[in-house]
């Protein structure tokens, strides 16, 4: 699995709604490396982040917050490009019911997009039952194991997902090194606004 490293400054494509564009896959991409991220999951193939953030900014999919899943998604169904991914889109918008995603994923009917925190978008792929605990492995662009907000939240993290990052102090001088993963198994408690994909 390729798992695409939102940290990396080299995600210089742009991705924004004003012109000229200001924002790139890098500072607000979470919702396209996701979507890639799902698609690697179903069929295998590695999608073009580059390739669907433009789709994204030309059919309303990029919105003022960041990525639009609900209008991405539609036209994602609408022009083809979900049979790419490997999904259908129902159109039914952000979602909390989180006993109806609890069995999308056990019972693998698809994957999932959503937020563990508020603005930031991950792939959940698959859920686990370990010790009565509802888990789902998620599958994050920012790899934010070590964010406050997630944290408290990881069950286990895939060791070959890991990802060294340079911390930096307010004046921009580097003080060391973070690693992070970008794999990683997750408590199902703070799940919400989520998207069921279905498995075509």
Known sequence: ????????????????????????????GCGVFSICHCGQWITGKTFSPDELADFSMRNGGRGDDGTDRPALLSAMMEKGWADRFGFRYNGDGLRNDVPVLNRHLLEGKGVALCNLRVGHIVALVKARVID???????IDPYSETTDSRILPIVREVISDSAIVSVVRNPAGVRTGYSLQYAVYWC???TVRDFNLLYTV
């Open 1 to 28: 699995m390729t798992v695409f490293n939102q940290r990396s400054a080299l995600w210089n494509h742009y991705y924004d709604y004003v012109n000229p564009p200001k924002a790139t896959l890098s500072s607000a």
């Open 132 to 138: 009565n605990e509802l888990q789902y492995l998620a």
């Open 187 to 189: 408590s199902n408690t």
